[in-house]
């Protein structure tokens, strides 16, 4: 940010953040990817998750072409991201979004981890990398350990719902949700209609 817009502090500006990737580190990006799946290279790809802009773009079309996908979902609670982000600040001069920026981007994160799941395809492995503590844990798919991860780290509810969801290997989709007994009620979900005790 620092040598693009020769101001760090811009750094926690959202939309000027968006615009400076949206040039030419996203187009370098997408043609190191292009080329690396054209050619069956093994290919590691960083995303908070907030948008699908991968699912399409390169799970999609890798999973086509016959690669496994390897999902490595990362946990943490925005309430240990922020002071993570403040003492990285104080010691590298690295900025970081406003806070309930980074809030949302974690909800948006468990509502998007479907399509990515999906998009992989049958043979998709799902991990949860838990980083809400000094020693990194991985915990697959259908661990009831996720669902003890739900009720004792202080998840924003969208995350515990995901959590939940996935300890019981169950998609967290409205769709999903309204099949397994939940009432939709204003494009979300309001309340449980006599299925498993309100548990998923």
């Known amino acids: 940010m620092e040598h693009v817009t020769h101001n760090a502090a811009m750094f926690s500006d959202q939309p000027t953040y968006f615009a400076t990737r949206r040039g030419w580190p ?8 292009e080329v690396a799946v054209n050619t069956n ?5 960083e995303t908070t998750g907030r948008g699908t802009w991968l699912v399409s773009n390169v799970i999609t079309p ?11 979902y990362v946990l943490a ?4 991201i922020a002071p993570r982000a403040l003492q990285r600040k104080n010691a590298t001069g690295q900025g970081h979004p406003p806070f309930h920026e980074l809030g949302q981007t974690c909800v ?7 399509a990515y799941v999906h998009a992989g395809g049958p043979n998709t492995v799902l991990w949860f990398a838990d980083n809400s503590s000094s020693t990194l844990r991985l915990h697959p798919q259908g661990d009831p350990h996720l669902a003890t991860l739900a009720h004792t780290e202080p998840y924003q509810l969208e995350e515990r719902a995901m959590l939940l969801r ?19 009620v204003g494009g979300g979900v309001a309340s449980v209609v006599g299925v498993g005790g309100g548990q998923s």
Not at 41 to 45: A, P, Q
Not at 62 to 72: K, S
């Open 26 to 33: 996203a187009r370098a990006s997408v043609k190191v990817m």
């Open 166 to 184: 996935n300890a019981q290997h169950r998609p967290y989709t409205l769709a999903a949700l309204v099949r397994d007994g939940y009432e939709a």
């Open 108 to 114: 948006a994160a468990a509502r998007n981890l479907h």
């Open 77 to 80: 609670p925005i309430a240990t």
């Open 62 to 72: 890798a999973a086509q072409r016959g690669f496994t996908i390897i999902l490595v």
């Open 41 to 45: 290279r093994h290919v590691i790809c």
